[in-house]
């Protein structure tokens, strides 16, 4: 098995260690690939999490604790990966019209135009990923993936 050769372990405690040593050594493979498939553009995967979210409410925008909700990765520090985006333009700060005192962030042009970019590649990535996993697998492991995250 795949995982046992990686970590090197010839048997688990128990099938949920192996399962959950599963999780996190994927996880963290399609985290690093995430980041090379980022960074040539100059972003990394937390900024592009950030980017697909308000993309999500163009041409609206969000507060930054509706962000940080709705990150796959919460970041430890959110306004300056904000900062970072609206340095190169991928991103502007504005008011809320019904709450003046409300900061929002809103997805630019370019930032569109970034994520519009990078689509051809993260379409390739995902049908490399999927390959060799049905429609019927796929759904199973987000509904286990739901089960084990719903007990914390």
């Known amino acids: 098995m ?39 553009h100059g972003i990394t995967s937390a900024q592009y999490n950030v980017l697909r979210i308000l993309r999500g409410v163009h041409p609206e925008g969000h507060p930054r604790r ?27 700060r504005g008011r809320s019209s019904d709450d003046k005192r409300l900061s929002l962030t809103f997805i630019t042009d370019k930032g569109l135009a970034l994520l519009s970019d990078m689509q051809p590649t993260l379409d390739l990535m995902n049908k490399r990923l999927w390959a060799n996993i049905s429609e019927d697998e796929a759904l199973a492991l987000a509904k286990l993936c739901d089960k084990l995250v719903g007990s914390v």
Do not use: G, H, N
């Open 66 to 92: 509706e962000i940080i909700r709705r990150m796959i990765q919460v970041a430890p520090d959110v306004t300056r990966l904000i900062d970072r985006l609206e340095k190169q333009d991928l991103v502007q």
């Open 2 to 40: 795949a995982i046992r050769e990686r970590l090197q372990q010839r048997a688990f405690t128990s099938p949920q260690q192996e399962a959950m040593l599963s999780v996190m050594v994927c996880s963290d493979v399609l985290l690093r690939l995430m980041e090379e498939l980022t960074e040539p």
